[in-house]
């Protein structure tokens, strides 16, 4: 882990720990991930400028300038486009009152422009874009959702295979 991550986390001194790769797809992540109060203390405050100053620190490419361009392109219009077109050639079938996730999305955008009620789980404290529906972790597991997008998350996952066990649950089954 990282030292912003041993900082901000469980705020001690950097913990090493294995990174695990699939042979098949390439998906990296670390043996040791971080328990829900870890995660919550990591996000606390996420991207002000005592996070980015600690990340500087280690990272000095890491700047807020950095962040925003690539948030600018995960987020942008044309991913958004991308998205939509992708549900709206019958890749899934017509549903009325469609419910959308974005599980780990920050504000939502990425969804905002889709058809349906949508919906943001994210623990970073970002507010959502106008009409979209802030969740709660327990809000997220006690409901079933049309489509679930989960861009930029899996990577940060303590168990990956885990949280996509859990998100493949939230989802609406159709015939």
């Given at each position: 882990?990282?030292?912003?991550?041993?900082?901000?986390?469980?705020?001690?001194?950097?913990?090493?720990?294995s990174?695990?790769?699939?042979?098949?797809?390439?998906?990296?992540?670390h043996?040791?991930?971080?328990?829900?109060l870890?995660?919550?203390?990591?996000?606390s405050?996420?991207?002000?400028?005592?996070?980015?100053?600690?990340?500087?620190?280690y990272?000095?490419?890491?700047?807020?300038?950095?962040?925003?361009?690539?948030?600018?392109?995960?987020?942008?219009?044309?991913?958004?486009?991308?998205?939509?077109?992708?549900?709206?050639n019958?890749?899934?079938?017509?549903?009325?009152?469609?419910?959308?996730?974005?599980?780990?999305?920050?504000?939502?955008?990425?969804?905002?422009?889709?058809?349906?009620?949508?919906?943001?789980y994210?623990?970073?404290g970002?507010?959502?874009?106008?009409?979209v529906?802030?969740?709660?972790?327990?809000?997220?597991?006690?409901?079933?959702?049309?489509?679930?997008?989960?861009?930029?998350?899996?990577?940060?996952?303590?168990?990956?295979?885990?949280?996509?066990?859990?998100?493949?649950k939230?989802?609406?089954?159709?015939?």
């Open positions: 882990m990282t030292d912003v991550t041993s900082k901000r986390a469980w705020g001690g001194d950097v913990e090493y720990t990174t695990y790769m699939c042979g098949s797809c390439g998906f990296a992540f043996g040791r991930g971080l328990s829900e870890e995660v919550r203390n990591y996000y405050g996420y991207r002000d400028d005592e996070y980015y100053a600690e990340r500087h620190n990272e000095p490419f890491y700047t807020r300038a950095v962040h925003d361009a690539v948030d600018s392109f995960l987020g942008g219009e044309p991913r958004r486009n991308a998205l939509i077109e992708l549900f709206n019958n890749c899934i079938p017509e549903i009325q009152n469609r419910r959308i996730l974005d599980f780990g999305g920050g504000s939502g955008r990425l969804i905002q422009n889709m058809v349906g009620d949508k919906y943001v994210d623990v970073s970002e507010s959502p874009v106008d009409g529906t802030q969740l709660s972790k327990k809000e997220v597991s006690d409901s079933k959702f049309d489509i679930l997008v989960c861009a930029q998350v899996l990577e940060h996952a303590t168990d990956p295979a885990g949280l996509a066990m859990f998100l493949s939230r989802l609406r089954a159709y015939p």
